[in-house]
């Protein structure tokens, strides 16, 4: 309905609509006047956060923490032990390897189990196989799966049967060179998001994710492993520790602001206890040399180090995406920053 | 024509402007889009009613949130359109829009005479926003990227899709996305959000939420087109004095290469619960697979390392 009136001089009274002005102005109208360019003003940067009634920005990931968390650590271990397996028999320390093959089988396994338990449509598990998507890490991961799980598999059962051998090694080599892709790709997988405490720590997440692997496969191999046979799971526990806590440590150092949920709340207190098991696995299994009792210890830290640093990591991702600050203010920043250098180029 | 791209490789590394073409439509129709001019927005909430009705999407609780008139909180997966309230103060002059007045006449003593004069005049007056949010339909969107199924789609409009029969509810499309727009419908687990009425589309019929708006305040058509009326409306504002008009998403140089729909703000993005300067996460994937191939060598390195170290 219209109370507009037509009269000689053409409409009277017609409403606005479109065209109509809102409420209110910070000044009074301007004659004539041209602003140049976009309608954004060279604010100064509000010295208090704003945000919309205190709520999220984003949409929290829906992942459960057993399966999901439990996903990353199980890949890891997988893929490390896999590693280790080919290594191991590489060296005729025939033990540890079967410990190793059987090890990785089980974990690739319950890793697939854990992510296919987490489809909101578990029957459908096989659409992930129905195209092929490098801008998908989770497509790609499935395909690497997809191989990897079968191979660990026929690894495991020809050394576990004894059974056609040659089919057991190239099924062990294999799984050792799929298995570090399974250890790392799982960073590409929570990096690939727009959760700030995930994505901007991007850089480093792959050397933390495989050296928690290989810090868990060398637990295993402590835990499993005759005492004459400690030193390799010893030494790569070692070098995935230091890798895994050095990586962290830059990763947050670079983050800033967004690494707060690395170091506060849960995610905080569950990142400091990985670390902290961490350092006592490792201290355990070179103390205790040669010991079978300390080498069982020494490896059940060690690979639950493994598994509370990445239970941290993904809380801290959830926490991240539950509070605005952490998507808002990054940005705020880059905005001003940005503005600075290009707005004098635009104006 | 093309094939279709099914392997997303092309945008990961095309900077096109042109989605669907770049997703394979030969000939295809122009971009659609939304443009959500909030200045004229009332706050009717007849959009989110008819994009309920229009798409089937259940009822997700009657709940009061105490946040000015908004009830629904977001958008989700059953909240394709969401209104925003914000009760917002700031220092204002009024705009004489040449409308009868309210209350008493100018000049006349107030009703309450014993209070004072307001706080108005100190913290500013109430500015009211209201904005009807709604799915970007990004040039480069991440939901699409990351979407391991193929269920989540550019249409010939050049608008993202989720085809409901393929989802099998992965849930990451919805950490991917910049906006928190799509989301998990718990009782079925697939991920659902604003499809910008593909089915009305190919009807030639625009989205129900712009057919219902009655102030014009969602607006749909070409994108071209759009983005010049809004240019023209912005400039509108800024003549009769609303400084603080400004658009958001119009840009195509911005970290998601422009939205499909995109909005004019009387304030700044973050206080309507928007992200001020989102990016899509896959710009950043081709260095996250070189990162985690580094790593993967470095991990082969220390195992052969430890493997040898033991000999000597």
Redesign the interface.
């Known amino acids: 309905m219209s109370d507009a009136r037509v009269t000689r001089e053409g409409l009277e009274g017609v409403r ?15 004659k ?4 140049g360019g ?4 060279p ?1 100064v940067p ?1 010295a208090d ?5 205190g ?9 459960s923490p057993q399966d999901i968390a439990g996903y990353l650590f199980l890949g890891g271990l997988a ?2 032990s896999s ?2 397996a080919a ?1 191991a028999a ?2 005729g320390e025939e033990r540890l390897a079967r410990v190793a093959k059987v090890g990785a089988a089980s974990a690739g396994v319950l890793s697939l189990a854990a992510l296919v338990h ?5 029957t ?2 096989l ?2 196989l ?10 790609m991961g ?1 395909w690497l799966l997809a191989g990897y799980v079968p191979t660990t598999l026929v690894a495991a059962a020809c050394e576990v049967t004894g059974r056609l051998r040659p089919v057991g090694a190239a099924a062990t080599a294999g799984a050792a060179v799929m298995g ?2 399974v ?3 799982t ?2 997988l929570i ?5 700030p405490a ?2 901007d720590g ?2 480093e997440m ?2 933390v ?2 050296g928690s ?2 810090m868990a496969a060398g637990g295993l191999g402590l835990l499993g492993s005759s005492q004459r046979a400690q ?2 799971p010893r ?2 526990a070692q ?2 520790s230091l ?1 895994e806590l050095s990586s962290s440590m830059l990763m947050e150092r670079r983050m800033g602001m967004v690494a707060e949920p690395y170091k506060k709340g849960r995610s905080g207190a569950l990142m400091r206890v990985g670390q902290v098991l961490a350092v006592a696995g490792n201290v355990t299994a070179l103390l205790g040399r040669g010991n079978r009792a300390a080498g069982v210890a020494a490896g059940t830290t060690l690979m639950l180090s493994s598994a509370i640093t990445r239970f941290g990591i993904f809380s801290a ?1 959830i926490a991240s ?1 539950q509070d ?1 600050r952490y ?2 203010q990054p ?2 920043e ?2 001003t920053n940005a503005g600075r250098g290009a707005r004098a180029d635009a104006g | 024509m093309k094939l279709p791209d099914r392997t997303g490789w092309s945008s990961l590394v095309e900077t096109t402007q042109d989605p669907a073409g770049g997703s394979g439509y030969g000939d295809h129709p122009p971009r659609m889009g939304f443009f959500t001019d909030t200045s004229v927005c009332i706050g009717c909430k007849a959009c989110e009613v008819a994009c309920k009705e229009w798409n089937h999407v259940p009822e997700d609780g009657l709940d009061f949130t105490g946040m000015s008139y908004d009830n629904t909180g977001g958008l989700g997966a059953d909240s394709w359109r969401h209104v925003a309230f914000i009760e917002n103060r700031r220092p204002v002059s009024t705009v004489d829009l040449g409308l009868p007045a309210m209350g008493p006449p100018a000049g006349t003593p107030g009703i309450r005479p014993d209070l004072p004069a307001s706080a108005d005049e100190e913290e500013g007056q109430l500015q009211w926003l209201m904005a009807s949010d709604v799915c970007k339909h990004c040039t480069h969107a991440a939901c699409l990227d990351v979407c391991p199924t193929g269920s989540l789609f550019r249409t010939e409009f050049g608008t993202v899709v989720v085809q409901e029969d393929i989802c099998n509810g992965c849930g990451y499309c919805i950490p991917a996305c910049p906006y928190g727009v799509i989301d998990q419908r718990k009782e079925d687990g697939r991920a659902w959000k604003c499809t910008l009425c593909y089915d009305r589309l190919g009807e030639g019929m625009e989205p129900a939420c712009a057919k219902a708006c009655p102030t014009d305040s969602i607006q749909f058509g070409p994108l071209d087109e759009l983005r010049e009326r809004a240019q023209a409306r912005v400039e509108q504002l800024h003549e009769k004095g609303v400084d603080v008009a400004r658009l958001y998403g119009h840009d195509p140089q911005d970290g998601v290469g422009g939205d499909g729909a995109f909005f004019l703000l009387l304030e700044e993005p973050e206080v309507y619960g928007l992200p001020p300067d989102p990016v899509v996460t896959t710009r950043d994937l081709p260095d996250m697979w070189r990162r985690a191939g580094v790593a993967a060598a470095a991990l082969v390195a220390g195992m052969a390392a430890a493997a040898l170290g033991g000999r000597s």
């Open positions: 606005p609509g479109r065209e109509a002005s809102s409420d209110y102005s910070t000044r009074r109208p301007r004539g006047g041209r602003r976009r309608g954004e003003q604010t509000d956060f704003r945000s919309y009634y709520k999220p920005v984003l949409n929290k990931p829906v992942w893929g490390g590693l280790l290594a590489v060296r987490d489809l909101g449509k578990p459908r598990f659409h992930m129905r195209v092929v998507k490098v801008t998908s890490p989770m497509n499935s570090p892709a250890a790392s790709y960073a590409v990096a690939d998001t727009a959760v995930w994505h991007y850089r792959p050397f994710f495989v692997g290989a030193g390799l030494r790569v070098l995935g890798a991702g995406a605005p998507t808002v940005q705020r880059r905005l």
